[in-house]
């Protein structure tokens, strides 16, 4: 009798831990519950606050909205439907960059970046990540599938510009993306990947954020919303490791992070880098940069640290 009770407790046990993570799955990973809760928890610190408010921020706002134009699209196979933001560059170029936006965000977050591309001259896109801006799927991948996403926006460019030089910059989920796709087999034309304060391995991830917002160890919560994860079809957190992509990468990277980020912390930046086996390769920290506004905090050194690799391995046309 006393096995019985034990064995029912045991069960009992793991349908609770079991159902606790199919919450930490929904919260995480469904972007419309996830748009109306993440209120409750995001709490930027006040100098992180008013870099958003006003000055360049507000410029590249602006410039988004006046020159964005339609919503495109492209359907393939591996991808269905998937949706983004053109900006035709200035004047006749192979140049190409596409920017990739981070969690809990959509295209438009990445003005200061589209911006400034397509201010050297760069056709820029700025895609929908999966579950994000215009993407008519529920759940985000963290980077996972976004990566297929990316593939299929590269062969795009490269069948409308056979001659074309590609340039990724993806800051946060948005970097990881650009990661993970780098260590896949990618057409000559992609020259250089730019990577901003994206993680290192996913589950070290969800650990972090489990522990920093509910105050408790990731244990066995990540774990349970792992299981969730697989068992919905979405994507296995233990195969999300950028560290890994990187480490098979032949495409020239930087990598950027802020030093003051509290959601994903700086010390990833060092890991990446040390793993990855493209060369060139380069980093930069930010001194005091927030989470994704290391180029809000210091736009100065990011563009000097960016625009200077990018010098070094696309010579100008």
């Known amino acids: 009798m006393k096995l019985k009770t034990v064995a029912k407790a045991g069960v009992g046990i793991s349908a609770a831990i079991l159902g606790a993570g199919a919450a930490v799955y929904e919260c995480a990973l469904n972007t419309k519950l996830n748009q109306k809760l993440i209120g409750f928890f995001d709490n930027p610190a006040p100098e992180q606050d008013a870099l958003y408010k006003g000055g360049l921020y507000d410029d590249c706002q602006k410039w988004y909205e006046e020159n964005c134009g339609e919503d495109q699209t492209i359907t393939t196979e591996k991808t269905g439907r998937i949706h983004a933001y053109f900006f035709d560059a200035p004047a006749p170029t192979h140049r190409w960059a596409i920017v990739c936006h981070g969690y809990n965000s959509s295209p ?72 993970l796709a780098t260590g896949e087999e990618l057409p000559a034309n992609v020259k250089a990947a730019i990577c901003d304060c994206g993680f290192a391995r996913c589950v070290d991830q969800f650990n972090t ?30 195969k999300n490791n950028p560290v890994d992509s990187v480490a098979r990468s032949v495409t020239p990277t930087i990598f950027l992070h802020g030093t003051a980020d509290d959601f994903i912390p700086c010390e990833n930046m060092q890991i990446l880098y040390d793993a990855c086996s493209a060369s060139p390769k380069a980093k930069q920290a930010i001194v005091g940069g927030y989470h994704a506004c290391a180029v809000l905090k210091d736009p100065e050194l990011y563009w000097k640290a960016v625009d200077g690799f990018l010098a070094e391995v696309l010579p100008q046309e």
């Open 108 to 179: 438009k977050s990445t003005a200061v970046y589209a911006r400034h591309f397509n201010e050297l001259g760069y056709h820029v896109i700025s895609p929908s990540m999966r579950g994000w801006g215009n993407d008519e799927t529920r759940y985000c991948t963290m980077g996972y599938h976004d990566k297929d996403l990316l593939h299929a926006w590269i062969d795009y460019v490269v069948q409308q510009d056979p001659e074309a030089e590609i340039v990724l910059h993806g800051y946060s989920m948005g970097a990881v993306t650009i990661m």
């Open 209 to 238: 954020v489990v522990k920093s917002y509910a105050k408790i160890p990731g244990f066995p919560l990540v774990n349970a919303a792992n299981l969730v994860s697989i068992a919905r079809g979405n994507f296995d957190f233990r």
